[in-house]
Every structure is written in structure tokens, then in C-alpha cells.
């Protein structure tokens, strides 16, 4: 799949930024927009007016770029994801983020990052309570995510993982829920948070999300083999 909007047509471009947000309380959603001007000023303002919407708490930043056709981009990574989305008429798609990250990536659009915790949007007009419950919800939904063997996916120890961010990074399945990462032991979120922290990343993730096995996250492969052993049981 490519996503090079590389164009040299007459058509009328505008430069804007393509934003994947998620929200710890829309488990497995990811909603994909745009803004249409490069500024971070305006994506924080955009983020501000989806909480006013009525959700129950701000959404997150998972990933950003800057594009010189934000229109053609978006509909690109709406028209990749399709098959995924939950209504037509709204921007979520039932998917990994980091599935939408790498799509993004080959947009060849510039990364950008901002400080999107309720602490630093005041215009938003978040109270304290909102900011305990954001971080409550995502703290909860963290531990879910992270409550992961490789027993429950059949993945046996030997088995060897790549990070979603950088293909060259890998580890090792030592047991059922530890693996063996640069020469020591670790969980999958804690050799993701370190991954993701050299690489001037938010930290404080679930590592099944950002770990893959042949191709497919971890957290996907969950999903499949638990909607697996539904349907058996209803054969």
C-alpha cells in the first residue's frame, strides 16, 4: 500500500496535518481527521472542540503529520482503512493505531507531536475531574491491554517480535508474559515504553500494541483468537 501524495496536477492543494486520536474510553477505536492549516495551535484547538462534543474525556495524540495535500491524504487513509469503519459518516475506524501510524508514515509527511494532556489546554475548559478521569481511564485501560500471555496465542518461547516503529528492533518470547529484550528480561510494555522514550515518544503504553509477530500486533492477534473461540462455541 502507498500513500505518496506526491502530485503534479493543477488541482488546488492545501497544506494541513492528518491527526490519528484515540481515547481510552473507545476501546480499539481510532477516529483519523485532518486540519486544514500545518499549525499545532489549530490541532490542539481541533482536539478541544471534539471533547466539547460530548465525550467523557479529552481525546489523545497517537500520531500527526504535516502534508502538503491534507484533503487527498485523509481520504487515502480513509479509503485504506475502509473496511475497518464504523460509520460512513463519522471519521473511527475499529483498528490499531499503530496500523494507521504506519500508513501515515508512508505519507512522507512531517511528524509532529504536542502536548495534548488536559493540563496544558486551559482554553478546553477542563476541570480537575477530567483530568483524574482521563488519566484513571487510561491507566485502566492499559492494565486490560497489557494482561497478555503468549500461551492464550499460541506463540511459543523462541519466537521472535518486531516493534511497530522500527522493524530493526526485535525480542524474543522467553515464557507465557516476559521476553528477552536486548539481553535482558522484560515485560512488553516496558521494553515499549523504553523504545518509545529514546525515540522522544509518549510513554505509558501497552506494549501488546506496539509489539508485532508475523506482521500483526499482538493485541490483534488477541482479538482474532478470542473472536475465534466465539464462533467455535456457537458452531
Not at 97 to 126: C, K, Q
Amino acid at each position: 500500500m502507498s500513500l505518496d501524495t506526491g502530485n503534479d496536477s493543477k488541482t488546488t492543494m492545501q497544506k494541513g496535518i492528518v491527526y490519528c486520536l484515540t481515547n481510552p474510553v473507545m476501546p480499539d477505536l481510532v477516529k483519523i481527521g485532518r486540519v486544514e492549516t500545518d499549525t499545532v495551535e489549530a490541532l490542539k484547538t481541533r482536539m478541544s472542540v471534539l471533547y466539547s462534543t460530548g465525550v467523557p474525556i479529552p481525546f489523545e495524540l497517537h500520531y500527526a503529520v504535516v502534508v502538503d495535500d491534507v484533503k487527498q491524504t485523509e481520504g487515502l487513509l480513509h479509503e485504506a482503512f475502509a473496511n475497518s469503519r464504523e460509520n460512513y459518516r463519522r471519521e473511527f475506524f475499529r483498528i490499531d493505531a499503530e496500523r494507521v501510524v504506519a500508513a501515515m508514515r508512508l505519507t512522507r509527511g512531517e511528524e509532529i507531536s504536542i502536548d495534548d494532556s488536559p493540563e496544558s489546554t486551559p482554553d478546553a475548559e477542563i476541570s480537575q475531574a477530567d483530568i483524574d478521569a482521563q488519566k484513571h481511564a487510561r491507566q485502566q485501560e492499559n492494565k486490560r491491554l497489557s494482561a497478555f500471555t503468549f500461551t492464550d496465542v499460541n506463540i511459543a518461547p523462541g519466537e521472535v517480535l518486531t516493534f511497530t516503529r522500527d522493524a530493526t528492533i526485535t525480542a524474543e518470547v522467553l515464557n507465557s508474559a516476559r521476553i528477552l529484550f536486548e539481553g535482558k528480561e522484560s515485560t512488553l510494555s516496558g521494553a515499549a515504553n523504553t523504545i518509545l522514550e529514546r525515540m522522544g515518544k509518549r510513554t505509558g503504553v501497552a506494549g501488546p500494541l506496539f509489539w508485532e509477530y508475523n506482521g500483526e500486533t499482538l493485541h490483534r492477534i488477541r482479538l482474532r483468537k478470542e473472536a475465534e473461540k466465539v464462533e467455535e462455541s456457537e458452531e
